[in-house]
């Protein structure tokens, strides 16, 4: 039992270090001056999504994939397209 305990309080921890990562960075990042940045930023979560799915795997964060399909420079708008396909590959969009 307390070793239960202990694996479901890593994995609080490690998901509220997670979303504190996603909420001081990521969220900030897409939307950066730099082209490279947000393109990183965007391959960045389109990983937590496939790693992390039952954290990450909602609408509050898939946005930020679905928003860079419109951003201007092309890179960022591959990286969005490639998150999306890996997704796809993964068989996240039946879930």
Do not use: C
């Amino acid at each position: 039992r307390s070793s239960l305990r202990a694996k479901k309080e890593i994995r609080a921890h490690v998901e509220e270090t997670l979303s504190s990562f996603f909420n001081s960075i990521a969220v900030h990042r897409h939307r950066d001056t730099s082209p490279e940045i947000r393109t990183k930023s965007i391959a960045s979560i389109g990983q937590l999504v496939l790693q992390y799915k039952s954290k990450f795997l909602e609408n509050s964060y898939l946005k930020y994939i679905g928003w860079a399909l419109y951003d201007k420079h092309q890179d960022v708008r591959g990286a969005a397209l490639t998150a999306i396909g890996q997704m796809y590959e993964d068989g996240l969009a039946n879930e």
